[in-house]
């Protein structure tokens, strides 16, 4: 479910009261039903196990399944770093190719999505990496098994990250308004998490769990002057998530 149908059913101080466990749990309809974080988790490696393992990984008759798993696992682990398809085949001992087929399958069913990086001014932008996020944070915390909560997570900035980003673009897709999305980086190591562009109008977004201040980078304002950029934290991301800002 998205954050637009759930707000539907829940008032905006329970939706404040849920965020955490939304980052945990994810927000399948079943998921967000139960109860108790015991039934959430159980319900979630059941799902992982029978949704992932069996009916996509069969179907699809795939010579190499444990492959898939650990392929989805590895990417689990890299939420909003650039993936390397070159890294991911040699930790695999699999090839380019396969690797690519793989995610792209994951892509069809609705498990993952990617996004490309943005170039447009600067020599020293980075276009060919991809980064790649989870559509429901639940399924990604069930392939690393990994369902602590929020206090006792080294992992909080990829949740924070890869909630965003697939609410987001939930948000794009049930409004029609189909941006074009990317990230952005530069090789000396500035970044900013989400870009969105629509009738040439650029807009940058950086994704803080934390209360500190962002101070854009100044290539890219200086590339872009143009562009509006967004800070989102806990204070105001109800207002990305439904397209406000």
């Known amino acids: 479910m998205a954050h637009l149908e759930l707000a539907q059913k829940e008032n905006f101080l329970e939706t404040r009261q849920n965020l955490e466990n939304r980052l945990i749990f994810g927000s399948y309809p079943d ?3 139960l109860p108790t974080a015991e039934e959430q988790t159980d319900y979630l490696k ?3 196990n029978a949704y992932l393992l069996k009916d996509i990984l069969m179907f699809e008759q795939v010579r190499y399944s444990h492959k898939m798993l ?10 909003g770093q650039e993936v390397s398809f070159e890294e991911l085949s040699k930790a695999l001992q699999i ?5 690519e087929r793989y995610l792209d399958l994951f892509s069809k069913v609705f498990i993952i999505f990617r996004i490309g ?4 001014n600067l020599r020293k932008e980075v276009t060919k990496s991809s980064k790649w996020y989870f559509f429901d ?5 069930g392939l690393i098994n990994n369902f602590a909560p929020i206090s006792q997570r080294q992992d909080i900035g990829a949740l924070w990250e890869n909630y965003l980003a697939s609410e987001r673009v939930k948000y794009n897709t049930y409004t029609r308004t189909f941006p074009y999305t990317y990230f952005w980086r530069t ?3 500035q970044e900013l998490d989400w870009l969105e562009l629509k009738n040439e109008q650029l807009s940058a977004y950086e994704f803080k769990w934390n ?3 962002v101070k854009f980078p100044k290539a890219f304002v200086e590339a872009y002057p143009d562009a509006k950029t967004n800070w989102i934290n806990r204070d105001n991301y109800t207002d990305f998530l439904t397209g406000v800002i």
């Not at 090839?95 to 690797?99: A, E, I, Q, S, Y």
């Open 117 to 120: 990086g943005y170039s447009k």
């Open 46 to 48: 059941g799902l992982v």
């Open 187 to 189: 090789y000396d190591q």
């Open 137 to 141: 944070n639940g399924i990604r915390n």
């Open 70 to 79: 650990q392929l989805l696992q590895l990417v689990a682990y890299q939420v």
């Open 95 to 99: 090839d380019r190719n396969t690797v």
């Open 31 to 33: 998921v967000v039903q």
């Open 211 to 213: 209360d500190s201040k």
